[in-house]
């Protein structure tokens, strides 16, 4: 009997088995491993994955980010330049290497990398390669030649996410006398009481006067680019203040 339940349950176990997972099933479940910081399981659950599905390209970024995350530099240089042999023309891939070796601290190396492949005519693959070109102009100390890079990504050019806060930082650090060409402020703030007098050293016994008041201010700052070195610098500052006076009584 003892067997009899072993084979059972082994065969049980057979027909309700997962089947073979594709590769976004792979990329699902390396994410969930990744976010639950189970990063030797991701990595060796994406080193099966990439030689499964070689020609995936989300899988060794996958994989080169949980290296990463482990503080592996080695492994995950590796990883992307093998996925570059098979893809020179993945400009995710290559900014990916460049930043890699930006860490390593070899920017010469960053550098050549970026240099080596067809930058990209749209997309926001092309503003993160103007970005990357930027950061290394700065650190090789040709600020025009950076800002000419920044410059190059109009406000319509698609633009990771992750790399807005990076634009504008690497902008400032480049040109602190930077300013946007239109900008503004809106605050508010309000505040109410149901009774002013209530807990006064003259409370008249809970009665009293309710109040509200409510204050906006809103600020505009225009400032087009009359040439290379001039602007012209348009301020708007509007302020509007509401109160309203009630009486409450017991």
Known sequence: MTSFAILLALAIGAATAEGPCDAPCARARAEQLLQSNELRGAIEHLRDAVRSYPDDPALPLLLSRAYLLEGNLFWAESTLRAALVR????????????????RQGDPELAKNVLAAGPPPREGPGRSRRALLGAYLADLEGDDPGGLSLLSGIGRSTPVYPEDHRAFSALG??????????LSGELELAAGATS?????????????????????GTVRLRFAPRLCSSIRAVVELDGRGTSSRTRSTGS
Do not use: F, K
């Open 87 to 102: 893809r020179p023309d993945d400009a995710e891939t290559r900014s990916w290497l460049v930043l890699v070796h930006l």
């Open 172 to 181: 400032l650090r480049l040109d602190p006398w930077r300013i946007e060409p």
């Open 195 to 215: 009774n002013a007098l209530a807990g006064a050293p003259t409370d008249p016994g809970g009665q009293g006067t309710g109040s509200g008041l409510a204050d």
